[in-house]
Each structure stands twice: as structure tokens, then as C-alpha cells.
């Protein structure tokens, strides 16, 4: 059988707890990669899994993307400002003789 590190246990145990991701990553000396290699069960080049995978989490935070922020900026002065052509879109008749 193959030997689980340490590391990515205590990275799965604390990802479970909630910690955030750089508070794992400093504590485990765990580069993204390998975090999140751990969390989806230490994936084997045959298929097999050595530990069930850990859901992933998503921020949630209101404004940071997604649905809700397209329709808070609707109506916005900046929306309206990029739904125009810029200036710099336009042709000009001089470039063209």
C-alpha cells in the first residue's frame, strides 16, 4: 500500500476545518498543486483514489464575481461607460486615403 504523507493529512484535516487555503499552505509547506491534489484523494496514475476527496469550497462574498455582481453593476455608470464603442474603436478617415 502507499504511504500517505503527513502533510497532505493535516492539509485535509484543517481544509475540513475551514481553515483558509495560504493558512494550510503555511502550516503544511504544501504548494497549491499539492493541496489540492490532496483534497481530491491523492488521484493514482491507475484511477484509484487513496482517500475520498474533500468538496471543494467557494468564496461567496458579495461583489466578487459571478451572477450577483453582473446584475449589481447593470444600471451602474460604469456599465454604461463599457457598453459604448471607446474612441479608440473607431476608424478614422484619414488613416485611409
Request: cysteine-free.
Amino acid at each position: 500500500m502507499t504511504e500517505i504523507p503527513q502533510a497532505a493529512l493535516r492539509a485535509r484535516q484543517m481544509y475540513a476545518e475551514g481553515r483558509t487555503v495560504r493558512a494550510i499552505q503555511a502550516e503544511t509547506g504544501l504548494n497549491l498543486d499539492q493541496l489540492y491534489h490532496a483534497l481530491d484523494g491523492l488521484p493514482q496514475p491507475n484511477g484509484d483514489s487513496l482517500l475520498p476527496p474533500i468538496p471543494r469550497r467557494r468564496r461567496k462574498e458579495p461583489g466578487k464575481g459571478g451572477e450577483d455582481y453582473w446584475e449589481e453593476m447593470k444600471g451602474t455608470d460604469a456599465w454604461q461607460r463599457s457598453r459604448r464603442p471607446s474612441h479608440s474603436a473607431r476608424i478614422s478617415r484619414r488613416a485611409f486615403p
